[in-house]
């Protein structure tokens, strides 16, 4: 496609200054279907596919959108040249910031360094598959031409945009509060795009977290219960809940659980900028490491301040029907009862498990992308949505198996007072305690519902936050 591209429209002789304005007009008669001299969007994305270059509705709309300047929902061929030539520009740049040492060509290890500098690390052999997709007249190596060729119609407008494919995105929610934050260009975060995308990755949360709530309360009460009867199975389990209050109470603590989302959210973003500055000098990029121990520690910042709610959500989940009246309720009988320590109790092995998390959770990302790049990076570097979503979904399964028993630790304290004749144990007497009495399986009771809920979690929350980011005007990259 692309040699076609550049015998018939874009010859490798051409410079983009140079390029000659019938080239544009040969290339707009090929997507002006009709021949009326405008080109809408069904036309752009019809000629685009018959060209062997199709993008994808996200990215023609935005290519449409940018081009559109009159916004007349057509584009005429001097909106559409200027697009080009303006998008050319910006490529320009692009190329330029790879070609590390000014040869006016891209080879593999500048690749390798320039992803680096932006937190993605790749092998040259990852580096030269980039490059085969590219390459048009196979020199491994990549010139303006074949740059300006291959990205002619991709909207993306610099290096950054080009290798956001495989940032690790938290758009996607499976009831965990440990992921490490998303990462946001600076004009998304001047254009107001970051908090469009935060209210839509709180909104998926809160519908997804909803949606699974029946299989996160059986595991808060396998955890808290399950060491009295080797008999609570998954349906015993939901059957106990359903004669003990109804259908309802298979939500009971959900409320809490949804209403967290936000001041986390919030509280674990400013953190997560705060804590890049400290650990990073002025205009450095954010690698894997520092971007690791920004995001644990914004992750126990967020949980130091909502830790009470974490208390309560467990309380509610654990609690008999008419033990609590709602939430303010809950909170003024532990006060009542137990003290303003009781909010806390739990917040130690809960803060230790946010590192296992978040380490495994990364390095499982990224070992599942090195192998998707070795083995099927084949025409392009955009793994696709089912990948991504694939990937993310097994790194935090692998993140949650590791940190699993000190979550298991953290909700028996947080529930053993209302557990009659059970002794108050700290984190170390519980451990002790459970693998004395239950053996090395006790640490992962209630994991099996836990396990459940990420396919149905991670489904929802993709089409809730995609649909959310469409309403709210979020840009597609």
């Given amino acids: ?42 036309e752009l994305q019809e000629g685009l596919k018959n060209l062997g270059i199709p993008l994808g509705q996200d990215a023609e709309e935005k290519i449409f959108t940018t081009g559109d300047v009159n916004k007349d929902g057509k584009l005429d061929f001097e909106e559409f040249m200027k697009y080009l030539k303006d ?62 060729d291959y990205f002619l119609f991709n909207p993306v407008t610099d290096i950054e945009e080009i290798i956001r494919f495989w940032k690790h995105s938290t758009g996607i929610d499976i009831g965990d509060s440990l992921t490490i934050p998303d990462e946001f260009t600076e004009d998304e975060k001047k254009s107001g795009q970051w908090w469009r995308q935060l209210l839509a990755g709180g909104i998926a949360g809160a519908v997804s977290r909803t949606s699974t709530a029946p299989l996160d309360r059986l595991k808060i009460m396998m955890q808290v219960h399950g060491s009295k009867s080797d008999k609570m199975n998954i349906f015993g389990g939901f059957r106990q809940m359903v004669k003990e209050g109804g259908i309802r109470s298979l939500w009971r603590g959900n409320g809490t659980n949804v209403i967290k989302i936000a001041p986390e959210t919030a509280v674990k973003f400013w953190a997560y900028e705060q804590y ?69 109790k739990g917040y130690v092995p809960n803060l230790l498990g946010i590192i296992p998390y978040a380490g495994i959770d990364l390095a499982v990302y990224e070992l599942l992308k090195s192998y998707w790049l070795d083995n099927f990076a084949k025409d392009s570097v955009n793994p696709g949505v089912m990948v991504l ?14 940190s699993y028993p000190l ?13 009659e004749g059970s002794p108050q144990l700290n984190m170390v007497g519980l451990f002790r305690r459970i693998i004395s009495k239950e053996g090395i399986p006790g640490l992962y009771r209630g994991i099996t519902p836990n396990f459940m809920k990420v396919l149905p979690a991670v489904g929802i929350s993709y089409v809730v936050y995609e649909n959310m980011k469409q309403t709210l005007g979020v840009t597609q990259k």
Avoid at 389 to 402: E, P, R, V, Y
């Fill in 87 to 148: 998008h050319e520009k910006k490529m320009k740049l692009a190329f330029k910031s790879l070609d590390k040492n000014n040869d006016g060509k891209i080879e593999a290890s500048e690749i390798v360094q320039s992803l680096q500098t932006l937190g993605l690390t790749i092998s040259e052999k990852q580096a030269e598959l980039i490059l085969q997709s590219i390459d048009a007249d196979g020199t491994m190596t990549v010139d303006w031409n074949e740059w300006r």
């Fill in 276 to 344: 890049k500055k400290l650990l990073t000098e002025e205009g450095q990029k954010v690698g894997t490491f520092e971007r690791f121990i920004s995001g644990s520690m914004a992750g126990a910042t967020a949980q130091t301040f909502i830790y009470p709610m974490e208390v309560m959500k467990t309380r509610l989940a654990v609690g008999k029907t008419g033990q609590y009246s709602g939430i303010y309720d809950c909170a003024k009988k532990i006060l009542k009862h137990e003290g303003l320590g009781a909010f806390y």
């Fill in 1 to 42: 496609m692309l040699r076609w591209l550049r015998g018939f429209v874009l010859p490798t002789a051409a410079c983009q200054d140079a390029e000659p304005p019938t080239r544009y007009e040969t290339l707009f008669q090929a997507l002006d279907r009709n021949g009326d001299g405008v080109v809408d969007i069904g």
């Fill in 389 to 402: 979503l694939g990937c993310g979904a097994l790194s935090s399964t692998c993140g949650q198996l590791a």
């Fill in 407 to 419: 979550a298991l630790v953290r909700t028996r304290m947080q529930a053993q007072a209302m557990l």
